[in-house]
């Protein structure tokens, strides 16, 4: 099993403001996939990164892989209430066997 | 398209009982997989397939069994449930290089 560590476990900030999650493991993916989940629902997919050194961005949301391919952060910039819930990273090789972070629980105050 | 249905939404079965959890995807996904969520632990992989006919073993395969006869479906068993397996039991299916699509959960209870 391949271990991925998220950090921090627990993010409150204001709305408007900036924020950075990070998703570490000593192992090398071949691609790493950003969800967020939402209470009482299944976690929905953000982004797929593939190639060290990629960045991509979705509105207000930029996500970064690693140049080693080990590690991935996401950074919400002016952050709304909606951008509220659990953010989990997962890493792997293929697309039927991933590992997943425990998570970081993002609150969004108004 | 309806995409991952899982039922029951919640479940409480009695220490020693059996059931099934049900998933049924219509997306003609080749790839799909089980995983429970504990609070702390992130999601956990039970058992997953890469098409039909074809199951492996996850991370926390015990006291789980899978068959995957058809694309569409793919049901999970508890053999003899255990408060332990009191999780949030989510399936997911994926094309391939594109991610998973997950289902909305079955919250099972064990007393």
């Known amino acids: 099993t391949q271990l991925l560590e998220q950090s921090p476990q627990f993010l409150s900030i204001q709305e408007g403001e900036n924020l950075t999650v990070y998703c570490n493991s000593s192992s090398v993916f071949s691609s790493l996939q950003w969800y967020r989940q939402e209470p009482g629902e299944g976690p929905v997919l953000l982004v797929t990164v593939v190639t060290g050194g990629e960045v991509k961005k979705l509105k207000r949301l930029t996500f970064q892989f690693g140049d080693a391919r080990k590690d991935s952060s996401l950074h919400i910039t002016a952050a709304q209430t909606g951008d509220t819930g659990l953010y989990l990273c997962?890493?792997?090789?293929?697309?039927?066997?991933?590992?997943f972070g425990a998570g970081t629980t993002v609150t969004v105050r108004a | 398209n309806a995409g991952v249905t899982q039922t029951p939404k919640f479940q409480v079965l009695k220490t020693g009982q059996s059931m099934t959890l049900q998933c049924a995807q219509d997306?003609?996904?080749?790839?799909m997989s089980w995983y429970r969520q504990d609070p702390g632990m992130g999601l956990r992989l039970i058992h997953y397939?890469?098409?039909?006919?074809?199951?492996d073993q996850g991370e926390v395969p015990n006291g789980y069994n899978v068959s995957r006869s058809t694309t569409e479906d793919f049901p999970l068993r508890l053999l003899s449930a255990a408060p332990s397996q009191t999780s949030v039991y989510f399936c997911?299916?994926?094309?391939?290089?594109?991610?998973?699509?997950f289902g909305s959960g079955t919250r099972l209870t064990v007393v």
């Open positions: 397939s890469v098409g039909a006919g074809i199951t």
């Open positions: 997911a299916s994926s094309k391939g290089g594109h991610g998973y699509t």
């Open positions: 997306m003609n996904h080749e790839y």
């Open positions: 997962a890493g792997g090789d293929n697309d039927y066997k991933l590992s």
